[in-house]
Structures are given as structure tokens and as C-alpha cells.
């Protein structure tokens, strides 16, 4: 059915397309989707979950999927919806109360949910914010500055966020512990309602719960207690939407800092001079290089690789291609964001690119609303490092890294390194 037309017949006939979610896939997804932007670039495929969804890949596609009403974001408009149910990336979400999260709605309740939570979470409380992810970011080196070598990921860019997003919300110090060892539980084993997983969201859950309650009446200078007051024309959250909110906030804010500050580190290795070209800026006092390079660096090869479930609720063409009612669609960031139809030389890492209106936020009314934090904190992260360790590097073989086969998310699983060791 996709067969392309123009391949000469002595090429390798390229017909069955690349083969998708193994491990070469994982640790390189760009060459398969060079070739589905080309020959397939809206591909039905069977999900290793077995569910079968299109894969969206050119960029003006991507684009035009990700803002289009006809696509919901509700799982029960999946043709088969128990089927969908807990595979919209959050792991325990078949819980009820969960489900009424951002990512998981289409207006009104959405637009109603969303300007509840862009009064509390505004782009002034995370500029606010800043000396704190600075003083985290330092705290975090100091602890292995001196000994010459860490895993980034374990020690680095998966505890940044989570203290970031704990302080932020209100979570009281002695309790940061907890969620570092539920989100490690959920990192590690990754989506599916499984076990230790479950087990994990339940009591995040159950206590980001009791913390609002309490909140409620003891109201502070946090996100919860903003969220608690929110009001838009007499309109609250109720305890319930609070705690829904507070958990995605959370879980959708923490897996993708950790692979933005990981997978960049990784792309800086793998590109020496325009690290270089950073580091001599940063030495320089100047920033702007930083901004536009964190953007690039989300680009290039940034944290979500799928954006999250899409389910027709009216028959649509997207690229050429019939969408049936109740076909889920799953638009591919990573890949609409090295199209050459939209981004000149794609597969360069360029830190000033300065044409880079990229997807890897996303796109439309569900565009990501801690994009601002994501900035400060990827920002803060790669300007401390490449500053405080000048001489960073990989301690292994790039060949030997190992990226997460995750189906939303991509990740390195470990980033060894070495540095002359510095108190
Ligand atoms: C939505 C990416 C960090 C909160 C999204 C979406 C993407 C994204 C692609 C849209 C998904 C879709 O349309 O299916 C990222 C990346 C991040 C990041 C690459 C880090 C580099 C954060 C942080 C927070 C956050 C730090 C909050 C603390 C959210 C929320 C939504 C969202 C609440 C849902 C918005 C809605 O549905 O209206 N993010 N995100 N994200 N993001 Fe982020």
C-alpha cells in the first residue's frame, strides 16, 4: 500500500519499510524516519503493544495534526477504547481521577482545566523561580565534583526535576525523597500499569492529595496553594482536578527535563566543535547562544519522540492519507523536526539556527505549559556543567550507550563521564 513509485529496480527495494521499535531503532530512529517522511509519511503500523496507529512524520503534516479538532485527545474515542485505556503514556492512569488531566481532554474542558492552571503556573513564578534551580543545579555538582567521574542521568539530570517541581509545588523538603524514589520506579520500568509502578502512582497520588487538603487550609507561596486559589469568573478546581493537575505537572514535567538535559549532553559529545562554540561563549558571559542552543539541541534530538495519543472523532485526510473514526494517530516530533521540506541541513546540530520553529513542545491548545521551566532548567543544567566542568566528557564508547526503547519518550538509560575532579 505504500510502496514508493520512483525506486529504479536494481536499488534494494526498500518496500517493507525499516523496521521499527528494535534496538538499532532505539538507539537511531532518524535514518527509518528519513525513509517514512519519504516513502510513508503517514504510516499504519502495529504499536509493540499491538495496538495499530499512524505515524505522522513530515513536518506540515505534524503541524496540522497536532492542532486539529477532529483529532481528541480522549481515549475513549479509540476505535477500541479499553484497548487505549492506560496507554496514553501515564503509567497507572486508569484510575479515574487521573484520566481528567491536560493531556487527556478536549474543550471546553480543556480550555476551562487549562486557563484554571496558566493562572497559577505563569512564566513569572518560574523567572521567580530561577535562583532556586541555579542553587539545585550546584548543590547536584558539588556532590560529585570532586570525585572525577558520575552518571549524568542518575545523578544529574534525573534529580533535577524532580527537586525543581517538588519546591515549586510546595512539597515540604523531608518528603522530595519519596517522589525521587516513586519517579526512579516509574522511570525505570517505564509506561504500563504494572506492579511496582502502580504502586508508585497510587501513593504520589494519595499523597499529593492529602498535601492539597491540607493546603487548603494553610495556604503558601506555592504552585499547589496558586492552584487551590485559582479562579477564573468564580470558577475552582475542585480538590480532585487539583490533584490531577499537580500529578501531571509532575509527570509530564519529569522524564522529559531528564532526557532534554540528557540527550543534549550527548548531542554536545557527539558534536565537539559546536560545543566548543558554547563553551567559548559561556567563558564570554553571553547567553544568547545558550537560548538558541537548548532550542536546536531540542530540535535535533529532543525528549519526546511521539507526541502523546490522538483519536479521530470524524473521518480526515492528513498528507494524502484516509484517517478513519477512532484510529489513533500518533504524530512523531522527532521526525517533523529533521524534515528537510522545513528546517535547511536538519541532520546539523546548529546552536544559532535561528529559522527553528520546532515541534518538540508541541503544537495547539495542548502546546506544553512548563516550557518556560523546561528552558530555565535546561538552560541552567548545560551552562552549569560545560562551566564548572570544562573538560566533561564521555567514559565510555558512544557505542556503548543505551537508549530507552520507550514508545513517547527518548533517552539515554545511563551517560557515563569524567572531568579533572574540582571542589
Ligand atoms: C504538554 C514537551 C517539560 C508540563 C507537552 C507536549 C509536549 C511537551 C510535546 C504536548 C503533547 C501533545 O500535544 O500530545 C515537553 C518537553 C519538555 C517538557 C520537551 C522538557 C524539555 C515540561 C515541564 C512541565 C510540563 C517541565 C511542567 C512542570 C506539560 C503539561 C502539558 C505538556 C501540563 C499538557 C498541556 C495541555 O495538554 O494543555 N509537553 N514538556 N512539560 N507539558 Fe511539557
Not at 39 to 68: C, F, I, K, M, N
Not at 223 to 249: K, P, Q, V
Request: glycine letters at 8%.
Amino acid at each position: 500500500m505504500h510502496e514508493p513509485t520512483s525506486a529504479a529496480p536494481e536499488e534494494p527495494a526498500p518496500a517493507q519499510g525499516p523496521t521499527l521499535f528494535d534496538w538499532e531503532f532505539a538507539t537511531d530512529p532518524y535514518p527509518a524516519y528519513a525513509w517514512l517522511r519519504e516513502h510513508s509519511p503517514v504510516h499504519r503500523t502495529r504499536l509493540p503493544s499491538g495496538v495499530e496507529a499512524w505515524l505522522v512524520t513530515r513536518y506540515a503534516d505534524a503541524r496540522q495534526a497536532l492542532a486539529d479538532q477532529r483529532l481528541s485527545k480522549n481515549p475513549e474515542h479509540h476505535a477500541e477504547p479499553a484497548h487505549a485505556k492506560g496507554k496514553t503514556g501515564i503509567p497507572g492512569e486508569r484510575k479515574a481521577e487521573l484520566m481528567t488531566h491536560l493531556l487527556n481532554i478536549d474543550p471546553p474542558d480543556h480550555t476551562r482545566l487549562r486557563r484554571l492552571v496558566s493562572k497559577a503556573f505563569t512564566p513569572r513564578r518560574v523567572a521567580e523561580f530561577a535562583p532556586r534551580v541555579q542553587e539545585l543545579t550546584d548543590h547536584l555538582i558539588d556532590a560529585f565534583a570532586g570525585r572525577g567521574e558520575a552518571d549524568l542521568i542518575h545523578e544529574f539530570a534525573f534529580p533535577l526535576p524532580i527537586y525543581a517541581i517538588c519546591e515549586m509545588l510546595g512539597v515540604p523538603r523531608e518528603d522530595q525523597d519519596d517522589f525521587r524514589d516513586w519517579a526512579g520506579m516509574m522511570i525505570r520500568h517505564g509506561g504500563g500499569p504494572r506492579g511496582g509502578v502502580a504502586r508508585s502512582v497510587k501513593q504520589m497520588r494519595a499523597y499529593l492529595g492529602e498535601l492539597i487538603h491540607r493546603k487548603r487550609d494553610d495556604l503558601g507561596n506555592d504552585l499547589i496553594s496558586d492552584l487551590i486559589r485559582a479562579s477564573d469568573h468564580g470558577d475552582h478546581l475542585t480538590e480532585a482536578e487539583a490533584t490531577a493537575m499537580a500529578f501531571i505537572l509532575l509527570f509530564a514535567g519529569f522524564e522529559t527535563t531528564v532526557n532534554l538535559i540528557g540527550n543534549g549532553v550527548h548531542s554536545l559529545f557527539m558534536n565537539p566543535g559546536e560545543r566548543a562554540r558554547l563553551q567559548s561563549s559561556l567563558a564570554a558571559g553571553e547567553r544568547d547562544l545558550l537560548e538558541t542552543g537548548v532550542e536546536e539541541l531540542l530540535r535535533y534530538d529532543g525528549p519526546v519522540e511521539l507526541a502523546t495519543w490522538r483519536f479521530a472523532t470524524r473521518p480526515l485526510v492528513l498528507g494524502g492519507q484516509e484517517i478513519a473514526v477512532g484510529d489513533p494517530v500518533l504524530v512523531v516530533l522527532a521526525a517533523a523536526d529533521r524534515d528537510p521540506a522545513r528546517f535547511a541541513d536538519p541532520d546539523a546540530l546548529d546552536l544559532s539556527r535561528s529559522d527553528n520553529q520546532h515541534l518538540g513542545y508541541g503544537h495547539g491548545i495542548h502546546y506544553c505549559l512548563g516550557a518556560p521551566l523546561a528552558r530555565l532548567e535546561g538552560q541552567t543544567a548545560l551552562a552549569t556543567l560545560l562551566t564548572r566542568l570544562p573538560d566533561l566528557e564521555l567514559a565510555v564508547p558512544p557505542t556503548d550507550l543505551r537508549w530507552r526503547g520507550g514508545l513517547i519518550m527518548r533517552g539515554l538509560r545511563t551517560l557515563p563521564v569524567r572531568f579533572t575532579p574540582r571542589n
